[in-house]
């Protein structure tokens, strides 16, 4: 059952335990809180899809790069970016999406604390970021939101309701925004990999190797390699929910 606003006021107050609050504010894939997708619908499975997305961006330097790789590939992906950096760019914004992927929501400040906010600054927020989105996009709007580092109050979900938005979390992630490995990272992302999964990385503040390149950079000509030789296709999340029912 999910939780309700009244829960929330409730373990603030000290009802609920800290322990067991903090656990379900810090837990990206859980469902406890609101509807939560952490995979493609079967639809998509069936298709052979699965879902590169891509966070906290757009980055000058990374971002274009990144396109670049997929369309080496042909390969579609969703990017979900912080409001205030789409607003410093809005030309990159207008490039993901000239070349056929997705731009989400992601918050406008990438907030350390924005799981903590009232409902009241997560609506202000949601709301920032949907309309420098909308303006760079000639009216277009995400459909998806991702908490920053995916930690969620219950009080989101009520937010996300009221702006026509659906949370976003992953299946799998390489920590490519704070591993220096891209090995590491590589097999993270994977290891088992299948049709269906949503598969986490950073255009935006990815970390560096050694030599300074981007470990992003490293990880994504061989993932996209993997997919292909696993008969997988990498689409955007509109592209790969349709008309699918959230549940």
């Not at 390489?174 to 986490?200: E, Q, T």
Request: hydrophobic share 45%; net charge positive; with cysteine.
């Amino acid at each position: 059952m999910l939780l309700t606003s009244a829960l929330w006021t409730l373990a603030s107050a000290g009802i609920l335990g800290n322990t067991v609050l903090g656990s379900l504010v810090m837990c990206p894939r859980c469902k406890m809180i609101s509807t939560n997708l952490i995979r493609l619908p079967k639809s998509a499975v069936g298709r052979g899809e699965i879902a590169l997305t891509f966070d906290d961006g757009p980055d000058a330097e990374v971002t274009p790069q990144v396109l670049d790789q997929l369309d080496l590939h042909s390969a579609k992906a969703s990017f979900f970016c912080i409001g205030e950096k789409a607003a410093a760019r809005p030309d990159l914004v207008a490039e993901i999406i000239r070349r056929g992927h997705s731009v989400e929501n992601h918050s406008y400040n990438h907030r350390n604390l924005f799981a903590f906010s009232s409902s009241r600054n997560l609506k202000i927020e949601v709301i920032a970021t949907q309309q420098v989105i909308r303006s760079a996009d000639a009216g277009g709007s995400p459909m998806f939101f991702r908490a920053p580092f995916g930690f969620r109050s219950p009080l989101l979900g009520g937010v996300l309701r009221q702006t026509r938005l659906q949370h976003v979390a992953w299946t799998r992630r390489g920590y490519d925004a704070v591993c220096r490995n891209p090995d590491a990272v590589f097999r993270r992302l994977a290891h088992k990999l299948s049709a269906g999964d949503i598969l986490l990385l950073h255009d935006g503040g990815s970390a560096r190797t050694r030599t300074g390149q981007p470990v992003v950079l490293e990880v994504l000509p061989r993932l996209l390699e993997q997919c292909a030789s696993h008969g997988l296709r990498s689409v955007s999340l509109p592209m790969a929910f349709g008309d699918a029912q959230f549940l």
